[in-house]
C-alpha cells in the first residue's frame, strides 16, 4: 500500500491545477493531513496542512493561492492550486503529519514562466 498523489503535470504561470491524494488503507479521519513539495535542491516543505474537522494552515508562499481539503469518509484530500508560479515547480507528496507514513513518489507539478 502506498501513498497515491496524482493531478501534477506543465502549466504555465497563472494556471490552475488540482492535486489528489488516496489514503486508502491508512489512518486517516484522526489525524492532521498536509501537502508536501520539494523542489530540485532543496528540502522537503510542508505548504499546507488540514486538521480532521476541516481547518487548514498554509504556508505564507502558497497562502491565497491554495486550497487544501479533505473527505474522511473517502480518505482522500485535495490541493487546488491557483495562479501558479514557477517558484511552485516541484514534486509535491501527501503524508500525515507527525509520524509520516513511507512517503509515495509523489506528483510532479511544472510551472513555466
Known amino acids: 500500500v502506498q501513498l497515491q498523489a496524482s493531478g501534477g503535470g506543465l502549466v504555465q504561470a497563472g494556471g490552475s491545477l488540482r492535486l489528489s491524494c488516496a489514503a486508502s488503507g491508512y489512518a486517516f479521519s484522526g489525524y492532521v493531513w498536509g501537502w508536501y513539495r520539494q523542489a530540485p535542491a532543496k528540502q522537503r516543505e510542508l505548504v499546507a496542512q488540514?486538521?480532521?474537522?476541516?481547518?487548514?494552515v498554509y504556508a505564507d508562499s502558497v497562502k491565497g493561492r491554495f486550497t487544501i481539503s479533505r473527505v474522511n469518509a473517502k480518505n482522500t484530500m485535495t490541493l487546488q492550486m491557483n495562479n501558479l508560479k514557477p517558484d511552485d515547480t516541484a514534486v509535491y507528496y501527501c503524508n500525515r503529519l507527525y509520524n509520516n507514513y513511507k512517503w509515495g513518489q509523489g506528483t510532479q507539478v511544472t510551472v513555466s514562466s
Open positions: 488540514v486538521r480532521p474537522e476541516g481547518s487548514a
